[in-house]
């Protein structure tokens, strides 16, 4: 059952907090990783900002569900004045895509860490136990090879997403942006 009509000038409360907690934690998995580079191997820091690096990533998996299920119960509200057709087809598939990244990119992370039979750690505190027996280090790097792929396609998608939503509203000048806040 949808709880607000299409014509709500905004998107319902908790959509738009799901929307921008779930941005905080894709951020914070893009900032920690990038700092990660940045600290000599071996060190502690580095150990700190992989782990914060599971953990937000691991927030985006929990998030993606009750995500999902929010957003079908809850109508889209009406973009004003009405979206040509190719906009609206662009907007669709870039939100699909947005989607799939959510739910694919930390189930692939943890995958490469079951794979080489690594834990996730945070701080020593075991978040989710090695489960495979026999770990497969060949495969591990080939899936990490995919995850940090799908990573660098995203800065591009989720850019193309943010640069839509500047041009809807400093542009076009419409309510696109506005009914997420
Ligand atoms: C939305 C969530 C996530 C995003 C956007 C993301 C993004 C990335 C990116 C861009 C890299 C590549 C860094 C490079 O260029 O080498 C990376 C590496 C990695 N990620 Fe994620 N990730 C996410 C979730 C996760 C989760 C949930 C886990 C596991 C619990 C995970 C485990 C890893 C591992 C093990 C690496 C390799 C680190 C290394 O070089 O040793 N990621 N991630
Ligand atoms: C990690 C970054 C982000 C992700 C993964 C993401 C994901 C999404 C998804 C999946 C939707 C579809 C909403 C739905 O149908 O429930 C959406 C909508 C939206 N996002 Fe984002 N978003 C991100 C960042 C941003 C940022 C930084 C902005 C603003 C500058 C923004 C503005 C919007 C707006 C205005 C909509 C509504 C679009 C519409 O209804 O046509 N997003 N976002």
Known sequence: MALVDSSSE??????????WIVFA??????????????????????????AAHYLAGLAVLLLVLPRFWLRSRHL?????????????????????????????????GVVTLQVGGKPVT??????????????????????EDIHA???????WVIGLHILAALWHHCVRRDNTLRRMF
Request: glycine share 4%.
């Open 149 to 155: 792929t799908i990573g660098t396609i995203f800065y």
């Open 122 to 143: 945070f701080f020593g505190i075991t978040l989710l136990r090695a489960f495979v027996a026999a770990p497969n280090r060949e495969l591990s790097h080939r899936l």
């Open 25 to 50: 934690c894709v951020l914070a998995a893009y900032a920690s990783i990038n700092l990660f580079e940045l600290f000599p191997r071996g060190s502690a820091a580095r150990a700190n900002v992989l």
């Open 10 to 19: 905004r998107y319902a409360a908790p959509v738009r907090w799901m929307h």
């Open 76 to 108: 889209t509200p009406t973009i004003v004045p009405p979206l040509d057709r190719w906009a609206d087809l662009l907007g669709k598939t870039t939100h699909l895509a947005l989607y799939m990244f959510l739910l694919v990119q930390p189930i692939l």
